[in-house]
């Protein structure tokens, strides 16, 4: 099963600043998942990033505001743009850990993000 | 939306005793999953059961489906301390060709010593 390397861990950020978030595989994957999870809240899909094309957005979600990049089968990162102190949120990478009705996800352990 | 919804949303239990919680999902699926998270920290796979499966065991923890009712229910026995976090179902979307997880509202866990 993958293994995913997320950072930061958390920050805390000013408001109109941009900060990115990494995730590293430790194994090639087609498919990597960014959610967020607003405080007390479930997780929210917000893209599928995969490798050599765009990124596909989720409704309510835009490229100008959580650009994406892909540049090899284990790498991703998700900037978190203009940022105002709705953005405070806890923002995760996953992957498919085997074929798609088999293992799960596994999931980095999470950036928490305070905008102040 | 296609979130389901799990109850109750917060459960409070005493060490030993058993704890279930409740996922109810909206469309058709062709899996099943459970989550744990502790202190708001990345999600940790607990089990999987698929669309043809009704029932699935896993150590202390133990997982029923009934998609005639589009229902699932994750029972922890025995409960420990350790076992404290917010637990989650989640289904993968159908009109994703099965890729995305679609998450339940989570319920969160308190067991005291």
């Known amino acids: 099963s993958a293994v995913i390397s997320q950072k930061p861990s958390r920050d805390i950020c000013q408001r109109g600043t941009s900060l990115t978030i990494q995730c590293q595989v430790d194994s090639q994957v087609t498919m990597m998942f960014w959610y967020r999870q607003q405080p007390g809240q479930s997780l929210t899909l917000i893209a599928t990033a995969n490798q050599g094309s765009e990124a596909t957005y989720e409704s309510g979600f835009v490229i100008d505001k959580f650009p994406i990049s892909r540049p090899n089968l284990t790498f991703s990162t998700l900037t978190v743009s203009n940022m105002s102190p709705e953005d405070s949120s806890i923002y995760l990478c996953?992957?498919?850990?085997?074929?798609?009705?088999?293992?799960?996800?596994?999931f980095g352990s999470g950036t928490r993000l305070t905008v102040v | 939306s296609q979130q389901g919804e799990e109850d109750p949303q917060a459960l409070s239990i005493q060490e030993g005793e058993n704890a279930t919680m409740n996922c109810s999902y909206k469309t058709s699926i062709n899996n099943l999953q459970w989550y744990r998270q502790n202190s708001g920290r990345g999600l940790v796979h607990l089990i999987l059961?698929?669309?043809?499966?009704r029932e699935k065991h896993s150590g202390r923890l133990r997982v029923t489906l009934d998609t005639s009712k589009k229902s699932s229910s994750l029972l922890i026995t025995a409960s420990r301390a350790a076992d404290t976090a917010s637990y989650f179902c989640a289904t993968p979307a159908m009109n994703t060709g099965f890729q995305k997880l679609v998450f339940g509202t989570g319920t969160r866990l308190l067991v005291s010593p």
């Open positions: 059961i698929r669309s043809n499966e």
């Open positions: 996953s992957v498919n850990r085997g074929r798609p009705e088999g293992y799960g996800y596994t």
